[in-house]
């Protein structure tokens, strides 16, 4: 598949990706949309997903596309972590060999989780960008099967399955949040959504630290930008040098994009905690984030913020989690007014 996906092939993706996956709730949020405004918040809870993450949904799609020849020869991939861990775990139910490229800037723990489901772990370089550097490198050298964390029309039509699972549980929707990285979460769920709705308001929520999406957009090509350390580490990395697909589709489906600090994506974190008794990686809690802080109006209107993944370490989660508890304490009270920013 060479041109860009379409809504047919995120329905073919959704039949063959269904025994890798599960199809996941969609929670009220009652609290959040009460403190925002909003008729009603939705949570769609891709942090409960196999291997902790909406990548599984991509990386099923590719890999169970292959013909057996393409299988024997393995599969090869680069990732900041969590399509690392989900190109691993599908290869490993289907007895195919895999390897998975990686920056030193990866947490060891998401090292750790790939190498437990059997993948190969290369890691090499300090950013995402020369990780990818050793994947065209092994990807020759090894004779294995690209399986690319977001620019491809597979990978896309996997994660856009996320957006039949909403339309057909809530098909009046008005705001769809979406974290904002590589872009194909976004390009995959928008293009389906806006084709079975084309009023539905796309929202890509991207960090401060390292925007390589929005700064690409902005430059009309891609742009490599520092890595820099972030909570939501599963959204740093560039779009890739020969971007052909995300860049273009993040243009076309996205109405409007967000920027959120570090302590807004903690807010995040720490309210679906509090509130809801969620765990999440910081990447799941930028939506979150950036309606607590008031940094899009929704006012009378029907969300849903999608909650990508829940892989982060156990000793951090509880650092960040005790750290928000202290402050709580020390204000005296834990609630929605709290968060700066969030007063009308």
Known sequence: ????????????????????????????????????????????????????????????????????????????????????????????????????????????????AIRK??????????????????YQALTISEGLVPVVPFDDPLIIAGQGTIALEIMEKLPDTDVLMIPLSGGGLLAGIAMAAKTINPGIHIVGVSLEQSPAMLESLSAGRPIHVEEKDSIADSLLGGIGDENRYTLSMVEKFTDEHLLISEAEIKDGM??????????????????????????????????????????????????????????????GVSSFSDVKGSQP
């Open 117 to 134: 489901l059997g993948a190969e772990v290369s890691v090499k370089g300090h950013s995402q960008d020369e990780a990818e550097k050793n």
């Open 270 to 331: 720490f309210y679906l905690f509090d509130r809801h008794r969620l765990i999440v990686e910081g990447a799941a809690a930028v939506g979150i984030g950036a309606l607590l802080n008031r940094k899009i109006n929704v006012k009378g209107k029907k969300v849903v913020a999608l909650l990508s993944g829940s892989s982060i370490d156990s000793d951090e989660y509880i650092r960040i989690i005790q750290s928000r508890l202290s402050s709580g304490r020390e204000r």
């Open 1 to 112: 598949m060479k041109q860009m996906p379409t809504l047919l092939d995120v329905y073919q993706a959704q039949r063959r990706i269904r025994p890798m996956i599960r199809q996941t709730p969609l929670m009220a949020a009652v609290e959040l949309a009460s403190g925002t405004g909003a008729q009603s918040i939705h949570l769609k809870m891709e942090n409960l997903q196999n291997t902790g993450a909406f990548k599984v949904r991509g990386a099923a799609n590719k890999i169970l596309s292959l013909d057996g020849k393409a299988q024997l020869r393995g599969v090869i991939t680069f990732s900041t972590g969590n399509h690392g861990k989900a190109v691993a775990y599908v290869a490993g139910k289907t007895g195919i060999k895999a390897v998975v490229c990686l920056s030193e800037h990866v947490a060891p723990y998401r090292m750790a």
